[in-house]
């Protein structure tokens, strides 16, 4: 573990929420000792460490932690000069990319939150998450210049920031990206309102490099957003100790780490997991990311054996693609230490095949199945290394305690009976952003004295403290390892001119998980054509991002309501069960 002893916080253990797992963990420790200083500071530490390590590789090209250090601070020094301080919001819309790297830790830095949103995500999303957070300054890449020009009037937004991933790419990969992709970017005006990531960088260079600005470890650093079944984005704020602390807990429920080890990072920024595991615990544990923009299943096993990555973690519905590719019949993937598992249930005898696959390309170890909200970053729970029991999530990590309920309640319930997941440690959330009420619905204290965060998610606990997932209480889609919430789709819809009602359900697919549709009510005289049909997508595409767009809408003159009124979506969902079955 690195950290500085003289300035470290440990969490308490109450008594009563101590679980049997804490008897048989071997080389998991119960409990840590946890830094109080910021994201960056321990980054920091790692790179003084390390100066000469690869930080990360993006796209062949190699970063050290000294090189790093330096852009890091050289980005903090043009925040502090462009006028950011303490706790103003900056909003980050990048994929997996160095620039994304540098902002995020100098907005750590001087004190800001780093407001993580998706660069896909259409305009009217874009425009909601900076208003949302009071975003006074946005960073992106040229290619989506256009969406944030067409509504940066109606936000806050005194600064875009621009950068191009070409910038950051070696001269032999530059010149095939500019032939390739870089030729779809559309040039940006002359003239337009913008900050490029150069000349950004060259406004810090008369700034004071020495000035300090204090932070706590329970100051908010990041922002992070889940929808809800209302249909209202929710901004999760979580802390520098929600993050510094989740890099101990990763690396100590998972002792064979080293510094130097090469963790693939396809998850992207605006993800926990992928922010929290592949980004953060990497780069404040002295580990090797391997930044990857944009991924297919394809390219990601390319990227495996190619980087003789040591830590790789994705949705079921990747590795299920994975055990198809012919690429991936002579892999040697004996340099892999950990493979993870998330974002959904993972099935039992997919798990049997993907074990198989690991042996049979000279890997010695299983994949590893964890569980997590954003609510606490990513993953608080992981099957143990030596200890997998079927169908279980494994168990919590250090400091972090599950307890099983009677839904919304505080009632605990015995051992194997099914109930509601309740999470408590030092990786939860400070609060939903500017939402008192969901915040206390969410985040209660019990007579413990811990914080307890209740998921909406379903149950048990085995007598070993083992959890085991048995399903959502919430209402949600997931497809390719995104959570997508019907209820905000639905209020896209209805809120068109020609739409009376409509309803979003999941479909099973293959290879996504789910797939969305979208049944809709038309108004009286508006006729259910295709003409009608193209409007509603297109003007769906305006306001909904890419993953969660719905690949049909089927049109109904009435849709099935429950005995209270609302639409039966469970009766559509069936339909659409019975439509698959009948075809296979």
Not at 15 to 37: C, M, Q, S
Request: net charge positive.
């Amino acid at each position: 573990m690195l950290f500085d002893k003289k300035n470290t916080t440990s969490f308490p253990i109450p008594e009563k929420v101590r679980t049997p797992w804490f008897d048989h963990l071997g080389d998991i420790p119960a409990t840590l000792e946890y830094n109080t200083g910021t994201m960056y500071e321990k980054v920091r530490a790692v790179a003084r460490k390390f100066p000469n390590n690869v930080a990360f590789d993006f796209m062949g090209k190699s970063t050290t932690y000294k090189q790093m250090l330096q852009e890091i601070d050289a980005c903090a020094r043009s925040l502090r000069t462009i006028g950011i301080r303490e706790d103003d919001r900056i909003t980050i819309a990048m994929p997996n990319c160095p620039q994304a790297i540098y902002m995020l830790y100098a907005i750590n830095r001087v004190g800001a939150v780093a407001n993580m949103i998706h660069p896909l995500s259409a305009e009217k999303e874009i425009e909601e998450y900076l208003n949302l957070s009071r975003s006074t300054t946005l960073i992106t890449l040229d290619q989506f210049y256009g969406k944030v020009e067409a509504i940066r009037k109606n936000t806050q937004i005194r600064n875009v920031i621009i950068a191009r991933i070409k910038d950051e790419l070696s001269r032999p990969i530059r010149a095939g990206y500019m032939a390739t992709e870089g030729r779809k970017i559309e040039p940006i005006p002359k003239d337009a309102p913008i900050i490029s990531w150069k000349q950004f960088i060259k406004l810090g260079r008369s700034s004071f490099p020495d000035y300090k600005v204090v932070r706590e470890a329970d100051d908010p650093a990041v922002i992070l957003y889940s929808g809800g079944t209302t249909g209202k984005n929710k901004g999760i704020v979580l802390t520098n100790m929600n993050f510094n602390a989740l890099s101990e807990q990763v690396v100590a429920a998972n002792p064979m780490f080293r510094p130097g080890d090469r963790m693939l990072a396809a998850m992207p920024l605006f993800h926990g997991f992928g922010l929290g595991v592949c980004i953060h615990t990497m780069l404040s544990q002295g580990g090797r990311c391997i930044l990857v923009p944009r991924f297919t299943a394809k390219s990601y096993a390319k990227l495996i054996t190619k980087n003789r990555c040591n830590f790789i973690a994705g949705v079921p519905t990747l590795y299920e693609a994975l055990l198809r590719l012919p690429s991936m019949k002579r892999a040697d993937l004996s340099c892999l230490k950990g493979v993870f598992s998330g974002g959904d249930s993972l099935s039992v005898e997919l798990k049997k095949k993907f074990d198989h696959f690991l042996y049979s390309h000279n890997a010695s170890i299983q994949i590893r199945e964890g569980y997590g909200t954003t609510e606490c970053v990513t993953a608080s729970c992981l099957t143990p290394p030596n200890q997998i029991r079927e169908g279980s999530i494994g168990i919590p990590f250090p400091d972090t305690y599950y307890k099983i309920v009677k839904p919304d309640t505080d009632e605990e319930l015995p051992y194997g009976e099914e109930g509601e997941i309740l999470i408590a440690g030092p990786s939860v959330m400070k609060e939903y952003m500017d939402l008192p009420e969901e915040t206390e619905k969410t985040l209660r204290v019990h007579e413990d004295g811990l914080k307890w965060v209740y998921t909406g998610d379903l149950g048990c606990m085995d007598e070993a403290g083992f959890i085991y997932f048995r399903g959502r209480m919430k209402r949600m889609i997931i497809s390719s390892g995104y959570n997508i919430y019907p209820a905000q789709l639905e209020n896209i819809f209805d809120a068109h001119e020609k739409v009376h009602m409509s309803c979003v359900i999941g479909v099973p697919d293959d290879y996504r998980m789910q797939k969305v549709k979208a049944f809709v009510m038309l108004k009286d005289g508006v006729s259910p054509d295709k003409h009608t049909k193209k409007e509603l997508l297109s003007y769906a595409r305006k306001h909904i991002a890419k993953y969660a767009m719905p690949y049909d809408i089927e049109f109904r003159k009435e849709l099935p309501t429950t005995l209270v009124g609302k639409v039966a979506y469970r009766e559509l969902e069936e339909e659409e069960l019975a439509k698959l079955a009948a075809n296979r």
